[in-house]
C-alpha cells in the first residue's frame, strides 16, 4: 500500500471517528434533553424522595383521668439500648471496655466479664445492632448514655438509641379492662378495649410532619425552621371512676372470690342521680397462677340469667298493672309447683305456707312469684312482655364499649323463642338473658323514683381547663312505673335486708335495700357436669334517700359447704362497699353562722390594732395581752421577740414608751 492509500485509509478512519464521536454526542445530548423536558420532572421527584423526607412527629396522647383527679392512664417515654461495634475506634473501645462492663453490671445485675464477652464478640463480628438493654425509663436511659464509650455518641461511641412510647397505668390491675387499651394485632388489626379504646379519636390527637434533607453519613436535617404541620396533642378524657370506690369494690370483691374460690365475679357501683359508674371490678381467676385478674369486663358483655333479682319485674308489672297488691296471700304448696309438667321449686324446703306477695318476694319464693305472673297474665302474656320491652331492657345499653352482652327476652308467639313454660320460667330469672349492667340500670331506676338512666363511665373530653364534650344524664325510660309502685318496692326491698334472704347483711348504722339472687347455670344440660351457681345481690344504699346502686355477681362459687346463695356470697360484698363508703368517706359538714360576730373576739381584735397604731416606734403597754396577740403585734413593727411562760403577758423588758429600733429584743414573760 502507497503513502498515499495509507493517507487515504488514515483519514477514512478519522472521519469516521468523528462521526462517531458525533452521534455520541448527539445521542448524550438527546438524551439529556429527553431527562430535562420529558422525563425530568420524573427524576427531580425521584431525587427528592431520596434526598428530602418527611417524618412524622408523634402526637402526645390524651391522659385518662378519675373523676377525682387521679391519674388513671398516661403515656410514657420508653427506651431501648443497642450497640454498633463497628462505629467506635480500636483506641476508644479498649481503653473504655472494661469501665463500661463495669458501669452495665452495677446497673443490671450480670457480671462485667459477661458485658466483656458480648461486646468483644459483637466486635469482632461486625454486629452493628447488638442489644444492650430494653423497656428503661428516662432517668435509665440517661444513666446508660452517660457510661463510658456511650458517652462519646452515636458514631464515636456506637450508642443506638430507640424511643418509644408506652401506655401506663398509675393504680396498677384495678379496673384494668374498663380504662382499657388500644392494641395493634399481628395482622394489622387494631384492638379496642374500655375507655382508651372507645375514646380513643379524642385521646390520639393528630400527628404532625417535618420535612428533612439528607445530608452525610446518613443523617438528616430539617430543611425549614417550621414544621410542615404541627402535631396536637390529644385531649384528656375525665372518667367516672371514683378511685377510692374503686379501691373499695375491687377488695372487696377480691376477697368474696378468693374465700369461695368462684371463677369470676364483677361488681358496679353506680351514682344514682347521674347514671356515673363510681367503680366497676372483673375479675377472673388464672388456673396456672390462682390469682384474679381482670381479663373480660363480665359487667358488660356477660349476658346470663339472672335468677331471683329479676323478680323486680314481676312486682313492677303485678303492683303497676293493678293486678294485685302486696298483701294478696298465696300459697306456696309444699315448695312445689308444676307448669305442664316442669317443676318450680323454692330453696326452702318445705316452702313457706301461705304467705303474702310482698312477703314472698322478701324471702324469694319462687313459688308465689310464679303463682302471681302466670295467674296474671297467662291470657296475655304479651302485656307482661311488653312492660318489659318498654323499659328497654330487650335491647342492649348502647355502652361506648365494643363487646356489650345482648341481652335474650322471649317474644310471645315467636316460633324457636316462646313455648307453654316460657312465662312461669321468666318470673324466676330463667329462659331470659341480661347483663350485670342492665339488672342495675333497672334497680337504679327504683332507686332514683323510677326514672331509668344509662350507665356513664366518662363525664368529659377536656383539653387542659376547657372542657371539649361534655355528656350528660341520658334518659332511657322517665318513667318506669308509678310513684305508689316505686314506694312498695322500696319497702319491700328494704324488709329483704331487714328480715328477708338478706337479713344477715342487716346493719342498725346503716341501711341498705335490694334483693338476693341465686341462678342455676347449664340446669339443662344432661350430663349435669357444668352445672354450676351464680349469686348475685343487687340494691342501693341509703335505703330512705339512695346515694349509690350497685350489684354484686359471682360466677361458680365452691359449693362443697352448700353455701353459694346470692345473700351469702355476693351480699357481704355488696354491704362492705356500702358500709366503707359511710365509714370511710370524708364528712363535709356545714359550719352555720360562720360570720356571727362574738363579742370577746371583737373587743381584742380592736385592741390589737388599736395597739398597733399607737406605738408606732415606741414600745407599747402589752401587758395582760394574750401571749400570741403580744408577739403579733411586736413582730409586725419589726421587733425580736422572746417568750418565756404561757397564758397572758406578766411582765415585758422594755418599759411603754420607749424608743424602739429594728430588730430590738424584746423578752416577755407570760403567766
Partial sequence: MGVEDKDKALSYRTYLTAVGIFFIALAIAVKLTNIQWV??????????????????????????????????????????????????????????????????????????????????????????????????????????????????GAYKGGIIVDQHTVREHPIGK??????????????????????????GKYLKGEDGQILKQKIAKGQWKPIRDENEKEPRDGYDVISTIDVFIQDIA????????????????????????????????????????????????????????????????????LLD??????????????????????????????????????RGFEVSSNTVLVQAVYENYKNNPKQFVDR????????PLGLPFKGEGVPIIPQPGKKGEWSAISLPWMAFGYGV???????????????????????LFVSEIKEWNNTIKKYNKEVINPKICSDATIKKLKAVMENVVKRGTGSKLYSKDFSMAGKTGTAQANYGKNDGNDKHYISSFVGFFPADNPKYSCIVVVHKPNTSNNNYYGADVAGPVFKRIAQKIFTDAPSTNEVKNVDKKIPVQESSYHKYYTQLHKAKNTMPNVKGMPGMDAV??????????????????????????????????ITLELS
Wanted: overall charge positive; hydrophobic content about 35%.
Fill in 433 to 455: 338473658s341480661v347483663t350485670p349492667l342492665q339488672t342495675l340500670t333497672l334497680y337504679n331506676a327504683i332507686a332514683n323514683n323510677g326514672e331509668m338512666i344509662k350507665p
Fill in 388 to 395: 318489659i320491652d318498654r323499659m328497654g331492657l330487650n335491647k
Fill in 321 to 358: 298493672d293493678q293486678k294485685v297488691d302486696t298483701s294478696q296471700v298465696y300459697d306456696s304448696h309444699g315448695g312445689i309447683i308444676s307448669y305442664h309438667g316442669s317443676k318450680v321449686r323454692d330453696s326452702h324446703e318445705g316452702g313457706y305456707g301461705k304467705i303474702s306477695l310482698g
Fill in 39 to 152: 422525563e425530568g420532572e420524573y427524576y427531580r421527584k425521584l431525587a427528592k424522595e431520596r434526598t428530602v423526607k418527611t417524618f412524622v412527629i408523634p402526637a402526645n396522647k390524651g391522659n385518662i383521668y378519675s373523676a377525682d383527679g387521679s391519674l388513671l392512664a398516661t403515656s410514657i417515654p420508653n427506651y431501648t439500648i443497642r450497640f454498633d461495634a463497628v462505629a467506635p475506634k480500636q483506641s476508644d473501645f479498649e481503653e473504655n471496655l472494661g469501665d463500661l462492663s463495669k458501669a452495665l453490671s452495677k446497673m443490671f445485675g450480670k457480671p462485667a466479664y459477661h458485658y466483656q464477652d458480648v461486646l468483644r464478640k459483637a466486635r469482632a463480628n461486625k454486629n452493628r445492632y447488638l442489644l444492650i438493654a430494653d423497656d428503661l425509663t428516662y432517668t435509665q436511659y440517661v444513666e446508660v448514655k452517660n457510661m463510658p464509650l456511650f458517652n462519646k
Fill in 250 to 317: 375491687h377488695h372487696a370483691l377480691l376477697k368474696q372470690l378468693e374465700e369461695y374460690g368462684a371463677e369470676h365475679g364483677c361488681v358496679v357501683v353506680m351514682e344514682t342521680k347521674t347514671g356515673y359508674v363510681r367503680a366497676i371490678s372483673n375479675l377472673g381467676l388464672d388456673e396456672k397462677s390462682g390469682n384474679y385478674y381482670e381479663t373480660i369486663n363480665y359487667a358488660v358483655a356477660e349476658s346470663h340469667e339472672p335468677g331471683s333479682t329479676f323478680k323486680l319485674i314481676d312486682m313492677i308489672a
Fill in 174 to 199: 384495678i379496673a384494668e379492662r374498663t380504662i382499657g387499651y388500644e392494641r395493634v394485632l399481628e395482622d394489622g388489626t387494631v384492638r379496642k378495649i374500655g375507655i382508651e379504646g372507645a375514646f
Fill in 632 to 665: 403579733s403585734l411586736l413582730e409586725n413593727m419589726g421587733m425580736k421577740v422572746k417568750v418565756t411562760g404561757s397564758g397572758k403577758v406578766k411582765t415585758q423588758s422594755v418599759k411603754q414608751g420607749e424608743a424602739l429600733r429594728k430588730n430590738t429584743l
